[in-house]
């Protein structure tokens, strides 16, 4: 089962070795925005007096990334700084606030932060975003899930039409949703549901 977390909790997330040693916090993610996943993490040190750290850690270093902290095998999987912000952007700062849109060319809202997979994939699954609405008043938030084959950043975020029929209204239910936007992807065009009801079937 799919676990989902928002980027922007990542920040300031402790970095724990198999060992019980915590070694760091995270500073910022870093993306590989073609992939959509992430490449890594810069990490400052722990405390509130505490600077950013000339190591970094590659995802390639990371055992999984939980609810509570970030986990690595040892200190030896840290890196220089550049290791990680040479594979990919600086964080995921840029495609806040972009516009949502579907391959068909509807805006579907603006991103409010950045979804991925708990475990050890660093898979980006999708988008918190403010639906656009009829009204301009208050705008709902939800999260829709990203199309494999699409970036993760951009002047817009592009996702697939029928991702709008795997929205989920808060983020526990969200795995599940991109569970079965994933299973709708799968099947084949003869067989893909020509209803909103089929396809969250």
Same mark, same amino acid.
């Given at each position: 089962?799919?676990?989902?977390?928002?980027?922007?909790?990542?920040?300031?997330?402790?970095?724990?070795?198999?060992?019980?040693?915590?070694?760091?916090?995270?500073?910022?993610?870093?993306?590989?925005?073609?992939?959509?996943?992430?490449?890594?993490?810069?990490?400052?040190?722990?405390?509130?007096?505490?600077?950013?750290?000339?190591?970094?850690?590659?995802?390639?270093?990371? *055992? @999984?990334?939980?609810?509570? +902290?970030?986990?690595? $095998? !040892?200190?030896?999987?840290?890196? #220089?700084?550049?290791?990680?912000?040479?594979?990919?952007?600086?964080?995921?700062?840029?495609?806040?606030?972009?516009?949502?849109?579907?391959?068909?060319?509807?805006?579907?809202?603006?991103?409010?932060?950045?979804?991925?997979?708990?475990?050890?994939?660093?898979?980006?699954?999708?988008?918190?975003?403010?639906?656009?609405?009829?009204?301009?008043?208050?705008?709902?938030?939800?999260?829709?899930?990203?199309?494999?084959?699409?970036?993760?950043?951009?002047?817009?975020?592009?996702?697939?039409? *029928? @991702?709008?029929?795997?929205? +989920?209204?808060?983020? $526990? !239910?969200?795995?599940?949703?991109? #569970?079965?936007?994933?299973?709708?992807?799968?099947?084949?065009?003869?067989?893909?549901?020509?209803?909103?009801?089929?396809?969250?079937?």
């Amino acid at each position: 089962m799919i676990t989902p977390l928002l980027a922007s909790e990542l920040t300031k997330r402790v970095v724990v070795t198999l060992s019980g040693e915590a070694v760091a916090q995270v500073k910022d993610t870093v993306f590989d925005s073609g992939a959509g996943r992430i490449t890594g993490f810069t990490l400052s040190g722990r405390g509130l007096l505490a600077g950013p750290l000339k190591v970094s850690l590659p995802f390639s270093g990371v *055992h @999984a990334i939980g609810p509570s +902290a970030v986990m690595i $095998p !040892s200190t030896a999987v840290l890196a #220089e700084r550049k290791a990680v912000l040479e594979a990919g952007e600086a964080e995921h700062g840029q495609v806040i606030g972009a516009p949502v849109l579907t391959d068909q060319g509807t805006e579907t809202g603006t991103v409010l932060d950045v979804v991925i997979e708990a475990g050890g994939s660093g898979r980006v699954i999708g988008f918190e975003i403010a639906m656009k609405e009829n009204t301009e008043h208050e705008k709902r938030r939800a999260f829709i899930p990203r199309g494999e084959e699409l970036a993760v950043s951009g002047r817009a975020m592009v996702v697939p039409a *029928h @991702a709008r029929h795997f929205v +989920a209204e808060d983020l $526990p !239910s969200f795995g599940a949703q991109v #569970e079965a936007f994933r299973r709708y992807t799968a099947r084949p065009s003869h067989l893909a549901p020509t209803t909103t009801e089929e396809a969250q079937a």
